[in-house]
Structures are given as structure tokens and as C-alpha cells.
């Protein structure tokens, strides 16, 4: 009788390979391929969490780039709560 265990661990591990190796190659991902992996670390309980100096390090760059400072002064705020559209 085979070893079906063996085999199972072979054919995960080729459709890992295949899966990373999509990715990996392709400058252009494709949000399927993307679905697919992200499937795929569903189905196996992979999680990924950040420590506190990567959770600070990832808010700084990302208040960096919600900075609307250059936009003061171009927006114009609307006056009035009233819609200008009838119900």
C-alpha cells in the first residue's frame, strides 16, 4: 500500500512551490494568483502578527502617507448642510 501521508506532503508541498513561484516571477501579480495564496495560508492556520516596534514602524509609514498637508489651501469646504438635490 502506498504511503498516502507521503504522498499528501509531496503534493502540498508542490502546489506551495507552485503557488510562491507564481508570485515570485511575475512583476504584475495577479489578484487571482494572490487569492490562491492567500487560500492556501487560510487553509493551513498560517497567521503573521507584529510586534510593537513593527506595529509603530508600520503606523509611521503609513501616517507619512496619509499627509494631507499639500492639499491646505485646495480644498474648498462646502457651506450648509442642504443638499441642492430635491428628495
Do not use: W, Y
Amino acid at each position: 500500500m502506498p504511503d498516502l501521508n507521503g504522498e499528501l506532503e509531496e503534493l502540498h508541498a508542490a502546489v506551495v512551490r507552485a503557488v510562491r513561484d507564481r508570485i515570485e516571477s511575475n512583476p504584475d501579480v495577479e489578484n487571482d494568483d494572490l487569492r490562491v495564496a492567500l487560500q492556501l495560508l487560510k487553509q493551513n492556520s498560517i497567521t503573521a502578527s507584529l510586534d510593537k516596534d513593527q506595529a509603530a514602524e508600520l503606523k509611521s509609514k503609513m501616517a507619512s502617507k496619509l499627509d494631507f498637508s499639500a492639499l491646505q489651501g485646495k480644498v474648498v469646504p462646502i457651506k450648509g448642510g442642504e443638499s441642492k438635490h430635491p428628495a
